[in-house]
């Protein structure tokens, strides 16, 4: 597709319940990257992968977080017993392999934790 | 590690006059630059980037962004404000290492008054 296409748009969780979301990058784009926007607008980056394989991680709580891009699948990316401080944005975003890649992101998915 | 900052969280200009939303970054080495706008509700829309020459760089809807790298500044301008413009601004930085994350500031909201 020609845009970064994620599900849900709406996601109300109650505490300790999972999450799952999930995201069509643009096609042909090698790289997908996921970004949690919280109060007062902070970006904070996640993870990225390269096809199929984790590129950079260093975001990730990796204790309750985790995320996947499988060959011919929506990526995605799971929250196990959600908390209250996990009510977010969570974006996600997409770019070809090249120097200075435009990153392109998706509408993003809006996780209620309650 | 790089940083960026936007040290205006609010800017106001009347409709028809130039505008003017700042933003410096810290990063070793020659960085990549972006500047994305954020309308309610919505994602992150691409505007322009900085990738090398001409320090003056021209995006959509009218903006355009000035690289001065004495001063690490990219602000992003256009010469008469819509009321259409009125969105959250980010600017971002990543590294020329190859598919570097974005690193983004906090965002300055723009409010164009008719």
């Known amino acids: 597709g020609e845009e970064v296409a994620q599900t849900p748009k709406h996601l109300v969780r109650g505490e300790g319940q999972k999450a799952k979301l999930y995201c069509a990058p643009i096609?042909?784009?090698?790289?997908v990257f996921w970004y949690q926007q919280v109060l007062k607008n902070e970006f904070k980056f996640l993870i990225s992968?390269?096809?199929?394989?984790?590129?950079?991680e260093t975001g990730m709580p990796k204790e309750r977080f985790s995320a996947k891009c499988l060959p011919n699948s929506p990526c995605s990316l799971e929250i196990q017993a959600t908390k209250l401080e996990d009510s977010a944005v969570y974006f996600c975003?997409?770019?070809?392999?090249?120097?200075?890649?435009?990153?392109?992101f998706g509408e993003g998915s809006w996780l209620t934790v309650v | 590690a790089q940083s960026v900052a936007q040290p205006e969280d609010q800017v106001n200009v009347a409709e028809g006059n130039p505008l003017t939303v700042k933003c410096t970054y810290s990063v070793s080495g020659n960085p990549y630059l972006f500047w994305y706008v954020q309308y309610p509700n919505r994602g992150l829309q691409f505007l322009l980037k900085y990738i090398t020459g001409d320090n003056l760089v021209k995006g959509s809807y009218g903006f355009e962004a000035e690289f001065n790298k004495s001063q690490t500044s990219f602000h992003l301008k256009k010469p008469s404000a819509l009321v259409s413009d009125s969105a959250l601004y980010f600017c971002?930085?990543?590294?020329?290492?190859?598919?570097?994350?974005?690193?983004f500031g906090t965002g300055t909201r723009l409010t164009i008054i008719p």
């Open positions: 096609k042909g784009h090698s790289y």
């Open positions: 971002a930085v990543s590294l020329r290492t190859g598919n570097e994350k974005l690193t």
């Open positions: 975003a997409s770019s070809q392999y090249y120097s200075g890649n435009t990153i392109y």
């Open positions: 992968f390269q096809n199929e394989n984790v590129f950079d």
